[in-house]
């Protein structure tokens, strides 16, 4: 049981190129969700994935696209990066039960654009 | 006004001491309440989830909600070195999927 994958765990891009970020869960969660976390900014919100078949805007998507491709994954792209978007990038997935509700978090991709 | 507000500390505290974490937030539909552990360089990690008023204990830690107010605390009693981390607080209204957190609180306990 791995928990949530991501990769790469890191890159180097240079300005206008793209790239996917990759992420997985075997936890068989609904949701999914992709955060930047930048110094001082703490995690913020880039695309969710409430259930397989649906994506929805966060507080940042701007520069990004998502595909949830199935329930276990949920990749992130950068179309033409921009040092702006040099970060770290958090998968997340998550469950909720009656009592509770748990998210997870993947070990992060760490990406500088120059 | 940010949604969720913390004290970026750091906070230090000696070793054996209570460290009290505080986190206030803007959303009064807010209904569910987070506190993660984030070490240098490492994912955060769920502690302590808390939807109802008053004081949750686990362990070392407890946590504590006043929504009249609009504050959530986190307590971590006999503070060992090993807590060093930064502590983010997040909070969800049930209406929707998405995780607000605040920028997170470094607590650095002193050997």
């Known amino acids: 049981n791995a928990g949530v994958t991501q990769t790469p765990k890191f890159q180097v891009l240079k300005t206008g190129q793209s790239m996917t970020l990759q992420c997985a869960q075997d936890?068989?969660?609904?949701?999914m969700y992709w955060y930047r976390q930048d110094p001082g900014m703490g995690l913020r919100l880039i695309y969710y994935?409430?259930?397989?078949?649906?994506?929805d805007k966060g507080e940042v998507p701007n520069g990004y696209n998502v595909s949830r491709l199935n329930k276990r994954e949920f990749s992130l792209r950068l179309e033409s990066a921009a040092p702006s978007q040099t970060s770290v990038y958090f998968c997340?997935?998550?469950?909720?039960?009656?009592?509770?509700?748990?998210?997870?978090f993947g070990p992060g991709t760490r990406l500088l654009v120059l | 006004q940010k949604e969720v507000e913390q004290n970026s500390g750091p906070l230090s505290v000696p070793e054996g001491a209570i460290a009290s974490l505080n986190c206030t937030y803007s959303d009064r539909g807010s209904q569910s309440f987070f506190w993660y552990r984030q070490y240098s360089g490492k994912s955060p990690e769920l502690i302590m989830s808390?939807?109802?008023?008053g004081d949750k204990e686990d362990g070392r830690f407890t946590a504590q909600l006043n929504k009249a107010s609009q504050y959530v605390s986190l307590l971590i009693r006999d503070s060992q070195p090993s807590d060093s981390a930064t502590y983010l607080c997040a909070v969800k209204n049930s209406g929707t999927y998405k995780y607000i957190f605040g920028t997170g609180t470094r607590l650095k306990v002193l050997a």
């Open positions: 994935s409430a259930s397989e078949g649906t994506t």
């Open positions: 936890m068989n969660h609904n949701s």
């Open positions: 997340a997935s998550s469950e909720k039960s009656l009592a509770s509700e748990t998210q997870y």
């Open positions: 808390i939807y109802s008023n």
